[in-house]
C-alpha cells in the first residue's frame, strides 16, 4: 500500500515537474527569454507544490497511525481487557494490529482479539484507503494551483532557491537533533535508573551484579549496582592499551617524519593507516582466538594463574588498534614543527636524536598530548574487542592476568536479548552509556583545547 | 692521540661515540616500532586468513543411493508434491548401513548417520525433484560431511590420542579412511558457503543471508546519510551565517565524529525503538544508526572537498550572472564531487565493519532466511561473524575466519575504489 502510494506520489511529481516547464513555455509561446526565469524553475516549483504538501500528509499519518490504531482496539475491548497489566496489554495491541494485517500473532486469537483486529483494521484498512485518496488529491491540487499561477512575472527561481535553502540548513540541524536525541534519551533512561538505584550506589559501589532474578525470593534478587569494579577494569583495559599504543606509535611517527626515506614512508603510512580500517570484531575475534590462548599458555609455562579472558590479550589488541590513531595524529604534529628549529639545533651540533628530544618534541607536546588524549577515548568506547575478549565477571584488581569487564561490555551484555524495559538492570545500561558519553566528550573537549591553548605559532 | 684541544681529547672523544650509540638506539627504536606494527598486521592477516581460506571448501562423500519408487512415489505420479515429501533421509541412512553393514546397534549407527551433514537428504532431494527418472534406480550422489567428519580430512583430529579425547570415535575414523581409500572423498570449492543462510550446522550455513542484510542496511545508510551530509556541508560552506547557531552546529558534528559507536546504539534502541516503535533487528533501523554515525564522516569530507575549490571559479560563475545556488550546484558541487564521493565510501566501509551498534537493535538474532527488504529480520557480516565467533562449535573458527576473509575483500575493494577516485579525478587547483 505504501509502496505504490510512494511510487504514485514520485509520478505525479514528475508530471507536475513537465506541465509546471510547459506552461510557463505556453504563456510566451514558446520564447523562454520572455520569462522571469528559466522554464525548468517552473517546473521545479509545481512540482514542489505537488509533493511537499502530500509527502508531508503522508508521513504525519503514518507518525500517527500506532496510536490511532492502539485507541481504537482499546475504546471497544471489554472490562477483562482492559483490567490486563501493562505488558500483556501492550501484548494483546500488538497481537490485534498483526492479526489486523493478517501477520503471526503470538497466541491463539480468541473473539476479544478479533474483535480487536477488526477495529484496528478500520484504521489500517479503511483509514489508509481515505487517506490514500487525501493525499492524492492533495498531491493534485497542489499541482492544479501551482500551475495555475504560472506567469511570465512569477518569481519562480527566488521561490524555488528560498525553499532549497531552508532544506540545506535543515539537514546541517540534523548534527543537532542527532546530539539532542543521544543526550535526551540517555539522560532520560538514566534518571529512571536512579529512581531505582541511588546514585551514590552505582558512583561509589564496589559491587556490581546486574543479574536480577526473576522472582523476589531468590538469592541475590535485588542486584548490585556498584560501578566502580566496571570503571576500573575499562580503566586497566585502557591503560594496557595506551601503554602498547603510545611508545610504539609515536617512534613510528617520529621515525616516518624523520628518519624515513620518502619511498619508505609512502609505503609504511598506508599500511598503518589499514590497522585502523580492519573492523574491531576482527581484532575482538584474533583477541580471542589467537592472543589469549598465546598468553594463556605463556602464563602456565611461566607459573602464572592467567584467566583465560585476561585483561591482557584485550589491553595488547586494542592496543594494536589504536596505534594508526597515535601514529598518523602525532605524524602531523611533528610535520608542523618548522624545519628552521630543527636546522637550528642541528646546526648547533646535536644529533638527530637529539634534535628530535631536545626541540621537535618539546615544540609538538600539545599536539602529542592531544592525540593521546584522542586515542584514549577511543579505546575507552571501544566495544567488540573487549566484549568478545574480555570477560564478564567484575573484579575490582589491577593485575593484568585476570578477567575484568569493562563498561561497553556491560552495555552489550544488558541490553542483548529480550529485555522489559523498566527493569532496573536495562536502565542500568543507559546510565553506564550516559558515563561513557560524558568521559569522551570530556577527553575530547580537552584534547582540544590543550590543542588551542598551547599551541606555539611559528609562522 | 695528544691532549691539546678540548674537542679531541679522550674523555670528548668517549663523549662523541656514546652521543652516536644514542643516536643509532633511537633510530633502532623508531624502526622496530613499525617493524612491531607492521608484525601485528602480517601476524593478523595470515592467522586470519590460514584459518579461514579451508571455511571456502568441504569434504563431499559419494554413496549410491537405491531411490524405491514405492518408498518415494508409491502411485508414480511424478507429482513434485510428492516427490518432494518423501523421507529422504531414511534413503540415506539406508544407504550407508548397506555401505557399512558392521553398524549394528542403535548408538553405533547413529555414530555412522552422524559423518553425514544433515543437509544430505535435502541435497538427495533438489536432485531428484531435478531429475525425476532416477527414481527407482540406484543412483550416484555426492553429500556433505558432517563438520566433524570434515575438520578429521582436513587434519583438525588427531586420531592417535585417547578416543575419549575427540569427537571421533574409532570406529567412525575407520569409516572414513575406508571411504577415502575407495576415493569416494573430496574436497570441493562449498558453494554453500556463499549462497546459504545462517544455519546450526557449520557445514551448511553461509553467509549470504548477512551479506544480503549488509546490503540492505548499507543502501539506508547511503541513501540518509548522502544527501543529508552532502547538503549539510553545502550549507556550512558556502551559505551560513557566521553565528552562534552555526558555531553550534560546527561543534555538534565534531562532538558526533567522536561519540562512541555504542552510544549510537543505544540512541537506536531509545529512540528509533522504543520511541517511534520502528521494527526491531531490521536494516532499516541499523541503516538509520548507521547514517546517524557516518553522517560527520561524510561531512567533514565534502566540507573539505568545497573548500578545496578556487573562489575565483565561484566568482566567475557569480560575475556571469548565476544566483548563489546555480554557482554551488552547476561548478562548485561537480568540481568537489570526486573528494566527497571518496569521503563517502570510505564512510560507508567503516559503516560495513561496524558492529556495536548494531547489536543494541536486535541484529543479532539466529536469522537463516535471506531478508526481503529494509524491513525483515536481518543480520549483517560483522554481527554474523560475532554471533559465529561465540559458537561453541569448533567447526565455526574456519567459518568465522572465512567470513571475515569476505568482509575484508569487501572493505579493501571499497577502499581502492575510493583511492582509484582520489588519485584519478581529484583536481589540484
Redesign the interface.
Known amino acids: 500500500m505504501l509502496l505504490p502510494l510512494t511510487a504514485l506520489l514520485l509520478g505525479l511529481t514528475a508530471a507536475a515537474f513537465a506541465l509546471g516547464r510547459g506552461r510557463a513555455l505556453a504563456v510566451v509561446q514558446g520564447n523562454a527569454s520572455l520569462l522571469h526565469s528559466r522554464p525548468a524553475y517552473y517546473g521545479q516549483w509545481v512540482a514542489l507544490w505537488c509533493a511537499l504538501p502530500s509527502f508531508a500528509l503522508l508521513l504525519g499519518w503514518l507518525a500517527l497511525e500506532?496510536s490511532l490504531v492502539e485507541q481504537q482496539v482499546l475504546s471497544g475491548a471489554s472490562q477483562e481487557v482492559r483490567g490486563l497489566p501493562a505488558e500483556r496489554l501492550e501484548l494483546f495491541v500488538s497481537n490485534a494490529r498483526a492479526l489486523a494485517e493478517g501477520g503471526v500473532t503470538s497466541t491463539v486469537p480468541d473473539d476479544d482479539l478479533i474483535a480487536a483486529s477488526e477495529r484496528a483494521r478500520r484504521v489500517t484498512g479503511a483509514g489508509r484507503w481515505l487517506l490514500s485518496g487525501l493525499v492524492v488529491a492533495t498531491a493534485i491540487g497542489g499541482l492544479w494551483g501551482a500551475r495555475r499561477r504560472v506567469s511570465r512575472e512569477l518569481r519562480a527561481?527566488n521561490r524555488v532557491?528560498r525553499i532549497?535553502?531552508l532544506?540545506?540548513?535543515a539537514?546541517?540541524?540534523?548534527?543537532?537533533l542527532?546530539?539532542v536525541?543521544?543526550v535526551l534519551?540517555?539522560i532520560?533512561?538514566t534518571a529512571r535508573f536512579f529512581a531505582l538505584v541511588p546514585p551514590a550506589d552505582f558512583l561509589l559501589g564496589l559491587e556490581w551484579s546486574p543479574q536480577t532474578a526473576i522472582r523476589a525470593d531468590q538469592v541475590g534478587s535485588s542486584g548490585a549496582f556498584g560501578a566502580v569494579p566496571v570503571f576500573a577494569g575499562t580503566l586497566l583495559i585502557t591503560v594496557l592499551a595506551m601503554l602498547v599504543a603510545v611508545?610504539?606509535?609515536?617512534?613510528?611517527a617520529?621515525?616516518?617524519s624523520d628518519?624515513a626515506t620518502p619511498r619508505v614512508r609512502a609505503v609504511?603510512k598506508p599500511?598503518?593507516e589499514?590497522?585502523a580500517?580492519?573492523?574491531?570484531?576482527?581484532?575482538?575475534?584474533?583477541a580471542?582466538?589467537?592472543v589469549g590462548p598465546v598468553i594463556r599458555a605463556f602464563g602456565e609455562r611461566m607459573g602464572w594463574d592467567v584467566s583465560s579472558e585476561s585483561a591482557l590479550a584485550a589491553g595488547l589488541v586494542m592496543g594494536?588498534m589504536i596505534?594508526p590513531f597515535v601514529?598518523s595524529l602525532s605524524d602531523d604534529v611533528i610535520n608542523a614543527v618548522p624545519q628552521s628549529l630543527r636546522e637550528g639545533s642541528l646546526g648547533l651540533g646535536a644529533?638527530?636524536?637529539?634534535t628530535?628530544?631536545r626541540v621537535v618534541l618539546p615544540a609538538a607536546l600539545p599536539g602529542i598530548v592531544s592525540a593521546v588524549l584522542?586515542a584514549m577515548?577511543?579505546a575507552?568506547?571501544?566495544?567488540?574487542i573487549v566484549?568478545?575478549a574480555a570477560g564478564l565477571a567484575a573484579n575490582l584488581t589491577a593485575n593484568p592476568f585476570e578477567a575484568v569487564t569493562t563498561v561497553?561490555v556491560q552495555?552489550?551484555t544488558l541490553?542483548?536479548?529480550d529485555q522489559e524495559?523498566d527493569s532496573a538492570k536495562t536502565l542500568a545500561?543507559?546510565a553506564l552509556?550516559l558515563t561513557?558519553?560524558g568521559v569522551?566528550?570530556t577527553l575530547?573537549v580537552i584534547a582540544l583545547s590543550v590543542v588551542r591553548r598551547y599551541r606555539e605559532e611559528y609562522d | 692521540m695528544t691532549e691539546g684541544s678540548l674537542h679531541t681529547s679522550d674523555a670528548a672523544a668517549r663523549k662523541l661515540r656514546k652521543?652516536?650509540a644514542?643516536?643509532r638506539?633511537?633510530?633502532l627504536?623508531?624502526?622496530?616500532?613499525?617493524g612491531?606494527?607492521?608484525g601485528?598486521?602480517v601476524l593478523?592477516l595470515v592467522?586470519?586468513a590460514w584459518r579461514g581460506v579451508p571455511a571456502f571448501f568441504g569434504h563431499e562423500v559419494t554413496i549410491d543411493v537405491d531411490l524405491d519408487a514405492a518408498l518415494i512415489d508409491p502411485e508414480g505420479t511424478g507429482d513434485p508434491e510428492v516427490l518432494g515429501r518423501a523421507d529422504y533421509s531414511g534413503l540415506v541412512k539406508q544407504a550407508l548401513r548397506a555401505e557399512f553393514p558392521d553398524a549394528q546397534g542403535r548408538r553405533e549407527k547413529r555414530r555412522l548417520y552422524a559423518l553425514i551433514s544433515n543437509g544430505a537428504a535435502y541435497a538427495l532431494r533438489d536432485q531428484v525433484l531435478a531429475d525425476r527418472t532416477v527414481v527407482g534406480t540406484t543412483f550416484r550422489v555426492r553429500v556433505p560431511l558432517s563438520a566433524d567428519a570434515d575438520i578429521y580430512f582436513k587434519g583438525g583430529v588427531d586420531a592417535a590420542s585417547a578416543e575419549g579425547d575427540r569427537r571421533l570415535n574409532d570406529d567412525q575414523i575407520r569409516w572414513l579412511d575406508r571411504w577415502a581409500a575407495l576415493g569416494k572423498v573430496e574436497n570441493r570449492f562449498a558453494r554453500r558457503f556463499f549462497v546459504g543462510g545462517d544455519s546450526r550446522e557449520p557445514e551448511l550455513a553461509g553467509i549470504y543471508g548477512a551479506l544480503v542484510g549488509s546490503l540492505w542496511t548499507l543502501a539506508v545508510t547511503l541513501l540518509l546519510s548522502f544527501?543529508?551530509?552532502v547538503?549539510?556541508a553545502?550549507?556550512?560552506e558556502e551559505?551560513?551565517p557566521t553565528n552562534r547557531l552555526t558555531d553550534?552546529?560546527e561543534v555538534?558534528?565534531?562532538?558526533?565524529a567522536?561519540?562512541?559507536?555504542?552510544?549510537?546504539g543505544?540512541?537506536g534502541?531509545?529512540?528509533f525503538l522504543?520511541?517511534l516503535?520502528l521494527p526491531r533487528s531490521a536494516p532499516l533501523v541499523g541503516g538509520m544508526v548507521l547514517a546517524?554515525m557516518t553522517?560527520?564522516t561524510v561531512?567533514i569530507a565534502s566540507r573539505s572537498a568545497i573548500m578545496a575549490v578556487p573562489p575565483s571559479i565561484r566568482e566567475a560563475a557569480l560575475g556571469v550572472g548565476a544566483?548563489?545556488?546555480q554557482v554551488v550546484s552547476h561548478h562548485v558541487l561537480p568540481l568537489a564531487l570526486p573528494g566527497i564521493l571518496t569521503g563517502t565510501i570510505i564512510g560507508m566501509?567503516?559503516a560495513?565493519?561496524?558492529?556495536?551498534p548494531l547489536?543494541?537493535i536486535g541484529m543479532?538474532a539466529f536469522i537463516v532466511d535471506v531478508p526481503e527488504g529494509p524491513t525483515s529480520p536481518a543480520t549483517v557480516l560483522?554481527?554474523q561473524?560475532?554471533l559465529w565467533?561465540?559458537s561453541p562449535e569448533r567447526a565455526f573458527?574456519a567459518k568465522?575466519?572465512g567470513a571475515?576473509l569476505v568482509?575484508?575483500t569487501f572493505?579493501v575493494a571499497m577502499?581502492l575504489v575510493a583511492v582509484v577516485l582520489r588519485s584519478r579525478f581529484e583536481r589540484r587547483w
Do not use: K, Q
Not at chain 2, 352 to 356: I, M, R, S, V
Open positions: 500506532p527561481r532557491e532549497v535553502r532544506g540545506l540548513a539537514s546541517s540541524g540534523i548534527a543537532i542527532a546530539t536525541g543521544i534519551s540517555l532520560f533512561e611508545p610504539i606509535g609515536l617512534m613510528s617520529i621515525y616516518l628518519y609504511v599500511l598503518l589499514i590497522l580500517g580492519i573492523p574491531t570484531v576482527v581484532y575482538g575475534f584474533f580471542a582466538l589467537s594494536v596505534i601514529s644529533t638527530r636524536s637529539e628530535i628530544r584522542l577515548s577511543r575507552i568506547g571501544e566495544t567488540m566484549v568478545m561497553t552495555i552489550v541490553l542483548v536479548g524495559f545500561a543507559f552509556g561513557l558519553f569522551t566528550l575530547n | 652521543r652516536y644514542a643516536e638506539r633511537f633510530r627504536y623508531g624502526a622496530c616500532a613499525i612491531l606494527a607492521m601485528a598486521l593478523l592467522t586470519i544527501p543529508l551530509g547538503a549539510a553545502v550549507y556550512l551559505f551560513a553550534f552546529v555538534n558534528i565534531n562532538n558526533l567522536a561519540v562512541p559507536s555504542i552510544v549510537f543505544l540512541l534502541l531509545a529512540v522504543n520511541f516503535e546517524l553522517l560527520p561531512i544566483s548563489p545556488l566501509a567503516r560495513l565493519g561496524e558492529t556495536a547489536l543494541m543479532v560483522p554481527v561473524i560475532f565467533a561465540d573458527v568465522t575466519s571475515i568482509l575484508l572493505l577502499n
